[in-house]
């Protein structure tokens, strides 16, 4: 009788251990459905080339501009190297952190050449009359629309699960991360 107790724990224990086996693979195959991160992007000439079609104020002549479908606009790490790229062009200097300054601000509903990709990136490019200067052939074009994404999610145009997150530096407190270990000190509690 001891036997056949003993044979049932191990049957009943190596069950056990081929479903936590098989829950351990369903859940990481569950997990491998991420966003598709672009490390090197492809040259400039590969892309197909369409027109765009511009208002009546534009800087310079209208040349036709590679077009996409906002390539960035649910990519999470593109939206952060827009974020990344916004203060390293310092278009804060204009824009400041998007609430405007000598530049529109960025984070409201008012428009002036439209908050479509392609206007956005056509803005970028070619510049407006008035202040905003052309950055053609100064930005590489995937870092372009990398900035299109971040400045359209600083107006709440993209989907929450791609927003990039609130700087260190914006924080109230140091963020776990950065926080200088300490030893704890052992204190009576006050007395009442």
Same mark, same amino acid.
């Given at each position: 009788?001891?036997?056949?107790?003993?044979?049932?724990?191990?049957?009943y224990?190596?069950?056990l251990?081929l479903?936590?086996?098989?829950?351990a693979g369903?859940?990481?195959?569950?997990g491998?459905?991420?966003?598709?991160?672009?490390?090197?992007?492809?040259?400039p000439?590969?892309a197909?080339?369409?027109?765009?079609?511009?208002s009546?104020?534009?800087?310079?002549?209208?040349? @036709?501009?590679?077009?996409s479908?906002d390539?960035?606009?649910?990519?999470?790490?593109?939206v952060s190297?827009g974020?990344?790229?916004?203060?390293?062009?310092?278009c804060?200097?204009c824009?400041a952190?998007g609430g405007?300054?000598?530049?529109? @601000?960025?984070m409201?509903a008012?428009w002036?050449y439209?908050?479509? @990709?392609?206007?956005?990136?056509?803005t970028?490019?070619q510049?407006r009359?008035n202040?905003m200067?052309?950055?053609?052939?100064?930005?590489p074009e995937?870092?372009?629309?990398?900035?299109?994404a971040?400045?359209?999610?600083?107006?709440?145009?993209?989907?929450?699960?791609?927003?990039?997150?609130?700087?260190?530096?914006?924080?109230?407190r140091?963020?776990?991360?950065r926080?200088e270990?300490?030893?704890?000190?052992?204190?009576?509690?006050p007395?009442q």
């Amino acid at each position: 009788m001891k036997r056949s107790a003993c044979a049932l724990a191990r049957s009943y224990h190596a069950r056990l251990h081929l479903v936590a086996i098989v829950v351990a693979g369903v859940t990481i195959l569950g997990g491998c459905d991420r966003e598709q991160r672009r490390f090197q992007e492809p040259s400039p000439a590969s892309a197909p080339a369409q027109s765009l079609s511009l208002s009546e104020l534009q800087a310079g002549p209208q040349t @036709p501009q590679p077009l996409s479908a906002d390539p960035y606009g649910g990519n999470a790490y593109a939206v952060s190297e827009g974020k990344r790229l916004y203060g390293w062009y310092n278009c804060e200097g204009c824009h400041a952190k998007g609430g405007g300054g000598i530049g529109p @601000p960025l984070m409201d509903a008012n428009w002036i050449y439209g908050a479509e @990709p392609a206007n956005i990136f056509a803005t970028i490019v070619q510049g407006r009359p008035n202040g905003m200067p052309s950055f053609r052939g100064r930005i590489p074009e995937y870092q372009v629309w990398q900035l299109v994404a971040y400045v359209r999610s600083m107006s709440g145009q993209l989907r929450k699960d791609v927003m990039p997150t609130r700087n260190d530096t914006m924080n109230a407190r140091r963020s776990e991360q950065r926080t200088e270990r300490e030893k704890p000190q052992h204190s009576s509690p006050p007395l009442q």
